[in-house]
């Protein structure tokens, strides 16, 4: 298993960006696909976006497509979230994910949370 620990949420303006890091630690991290959910308040977890083991390829909900950008450094056991143009209903609880080996955009076959990071985007 991965542990996980996200961090750089926080509050902000529309249309402003923030960039969300997520922190593993664990023997797996390069052999894991590593996700991005998030959850709004009364609102189920959904899928936000996803990357490979070595960087590619990389998945995108229709949602946030085009101002979204997931990457990773498996150097430093980090994957990170950059969200640009950011809307007020992009505010949620945003949570890193890691699957081992295989590759998924569903929640549940997810092997390894973090407890998330807030983001609020002010109107």
């Known amino acids: 298993q991965v542990h996980l620990v996200e961090s750089g949420g926080g509050v902000v303006q529309a249309g402003g960006s923030l960039r969300l890091s997520c922190a593993a630690s664990?023997?797996?991290?390069?052999?894991?696909?590593m996700g991005w959910f998030r959850q709004a308040p009364g609102k189920e977890r959904e899928f936000v976006a996803v990357?490979?083991?070595?960087?590619?390829?990389?998945y995108y909900s229709d949602s946030i497509k085009d101002r979204f950008t997931v990457s990773r450094e498996n150097a430093k056991n980090t994957v990170y979230l950059q969200m640009n143009s950011l809307l007020p209903e992009d505010t949620a609880t945003y949570y890193c994910?890691?699957?081992?080996?295989?590759?998924?955009?569903?929640?549940?076959?997810?092997?390894?949370w973090g407890r998330g990071t807030q983001v609020t985007v002010s109107s």
């Open positions: 990357v490979d083991l070595g960087g590619t390829p990389t």
């Open positions: 994910a890691a699957k081992y080996l295989t590759q998924t955009t569903i929640a549940a076959d997810f092997d390894s």
């Open positions: 664990g023997r797996s991290f390069s052999s894991s696909q």
